[in-house]
């Protein structure tokens, strides 16, 4: 990815009064929302302050960003952005606007980003994205509330009729092969940063946290070889039926986080608490999406995902992450 700044000259500069004559046109638009998703080259527009902070986020990206081209007037196939333009001048604001009037595609960047890249650039956020509670439909909407409760409590009764053979095979796997009970709990911080306890498998040996909390890695020497086959295909995360009847987790959502985590967490990864606006789950978005790790990079890319989950929430995204878990269960594509 390529970013070219464009500074503005004084001839730009005085360019008020023309943008009321000079003729913005457009000769062709995309045909579709896949075609504008697929642009080589796209132009933002922010405050110059803002440009670097746009260099840093969008470099491994696969197309080129020009920012702050204000000499353009045939905006054919161009996908015009805009990031925090309520600190544009009237005259830039203006610029986009007319681009509007003539039909441009014109967008927040950060909508723009979030759905070609299905995943919400956190970094680039600020505290109105959120503010705007009726952009969440899973957060304003009662109806969409109740329709994910009623599918959460169909899930939940299907989902231990159809593993029970594996809930009781994994209960005597445990129990042959070390010490301990098969269960164990642990707080999680849930909706609305309140704490609960969630059940699951016990995978590791009893004394994995004697020196204290610590994030599981990929070889970690603390899980045993049952544990290591039932976090694989998620098994050990089935005893969160239990969760889910008590109304405390849903099927779908953002995995939940122990407190102690979160305190480090939310000191590097802006809105990191936002995610506890709604339910957790026992799968989700970044569990299908992005591989295991349990670095502070990997927690960013799972935040990003989360993110996006909650802004784009609907019963057919739900779904297809359900059945995206269920593949990941066949083939063991898990932790």
Request: glycine share 4%.
């Amino acid at each position: 990815m390529s970013l070219k700044v464009t500074s503005i000259s004084k001839e730009q500069q005085s360019f008020e009064e023309e943008l009321d004559f000079l003729s913005f046109k457009i000769q062709e638009s995309f045909k579709s929302k896949k075609e504008a998703f697929k642009q080589g080259v796209i132009y933002v527009y922010c405050p110059m302050e803002q440009a670097a902070k746009i260099g840093d986020v969008v470099a491994d990206y696969s197309f080129d960003i020009v920012i702050n081209d204000y000499s353009i007037r045939d905006f054919s196939k161009m996908v015009i952005c805009h990031y925090q333009s309520a600190y544009l001048t009237g005259v830039q604001r203006k610029f986009l606007i007319n681009a509007t009037e003539c039909g441009a595609w014109v967008e927040p960047l950060v909508s723009y980003l979030d759905e070609r890249l299905c995943y919400t650039e956190v970094k680039l956020l600020h505290s109105s994205y959120f503010l705007h509670q009726k952009a969440f439909s899973i957060l304003s909407t009662k109806r969409t509330q109740l329709a994910k409760r009623v599918v959460d409590i169909i899930s939940a009764g299907l989902l231990f009729l159809v593993t029970l053979p594996f809930l009781l095979l994994t209960i005597l796997c445990i129990k042959l092969e070390s010490k301990g009970p098969v269960f164990y709990k642990q707080k999680r911080t849930g909706q609305y940063n309140q704490e609960y306890y969630v059940y699951k498998f016990r995978s590791m040996f009893t004394n994995a946290e004697e020196k204290g909390a610590q994030w599981a890695t990929e070889n970690d020497s603390r899980i045993t070889k049952v544990g290591r086959f039932i976090r694989k295909t998620r098994i050990d995360e089935l005893p969160q039926i239990i969760n889910i009847i008590k109304g405390e987790m849903s099927i779908v959502g953002p995995r939940p986080e122990r407190e102690v985590f979160i305190k480090d967490l939310e000191k590097n990864i802006p809105y990191y608490r936002f995610r506890h606006a709604v339910k957790p789950g026992v799968t989700g978005l970044a569990q299908v999406r992005y591989p295991y790790g349990a670095s502070l990079e990997d927690a960013v890319w799972k935040h990003k995902y989360d993110i996006h989950y909650i802004k784009h929430h609907s019963l057919l995204l739900d779904l297809k992450i359900l059945l995206l878990t269920v593949k990941t269960v066949l083939f063991g594509l898990g932790r």
